[in-house]
């Protein structure tokens, strides 16, 4: 993949859930080109299909119409199967809740992430203590999430994320549930991922002060990408 080709791209992409009078057209031909190494935010009033539209980047839904590629590869059609392998080996994912395994140290929650993602055992300590290092929290490691503050569970989130190397992290509303300045801390640390390790970020966001970090902000209005 050339570096200014699209890590992502999707055509044409609709989304439609239910049938007949009641149906729900979340996407109505959303079109989007991210080139790789950026940290991109995708903008909108609730309802405007941004998660959706996550759902469809990470493969964790399929589009009713239209086309989504990834790294040059269409994911969209592929088999359920398929399409968790491609996300469990190239993507993190990153959501406002944090999603971590209550009874899991912040070290045992990340290495978990690794035996998923089917990392070698023997990489394990190393990924994972580099994980924890990156995002600040090694020495905070063997701490289980109610012992932590929510930035630090969001930053634990990102390590998990990251510690499989993923070309791709997709993150939906990732500071959400954060104060101002513990939001800032997690955009920084997005902004080292995009600039050490080449990551492609996408996110989505409410806030206006996140949208003047990002490198590219894409804004949805019902359900389709308006410049």
Do not use: C, W
Not at 19 to 48: E, I
Not at 68 to 73: D, P
Not at 113 to 123: D, T, V
């Amino acid at each position: 993949m050339e570096h200014n080709e699209p890590i992502i791209r999707t055509v044409g992409v609709k989304r439609i859930f239910g049938k007949g009078d009641s149906a729900v057209h979340a996407l109505k031909g959303a079109n989007l080109s991210v080139p790789a190494g950026r940290l991109v935010a995708l903008k909108g009033r609730s309802g405007s299909g941004k998660t959706t539209l996550i759902n469809m980047l990470g493969a964790l839904d399929k589009p009713t119409e239209g086309v989504v590629y990834f790294m040059g590869q269409e994911i969209s059609h592929l088999s359920e199967h398929q399409r968790n392998e491609v996300r469990r080996v190239n993507m993190g994912l990153i959501f406002q809740s944090f999603a971590l395994v209550p009874l899991m140290s912040a070290y045992e929650n990340v290495e978990f992430g690794l035996r998923i993602a089917g990392i070698e055992s023997n990489l394990y300590k190393e990924r994972t203590e580099e994980a924890l290092d990156f995002v600040g929290l090694k020495p905070r490691m063997k701490h289980r999430p109610y012992e932590l503050s929510g930035g630090e569970q969001q930053r634990v989130a990102i390590a998990r994320a990251i510690a499989h190397r993923p070309k791709l992290i997709l993150a939906d509303e990732p500071t959400a549930e954060l104060d101002s300045k513990m939001g800032l801390q997690i955009m920084k640390l997005f902004k080292d991922l995009v600039q050490q390790e080449r990551i492609t970020i996408i996110m989505t966001t409410h806030d206006p002060a996140i949208m003047e970090i990002v490198d590219q902000v894409y804004a949805l209005e019902d359900g389709r990408i308006v410049d």
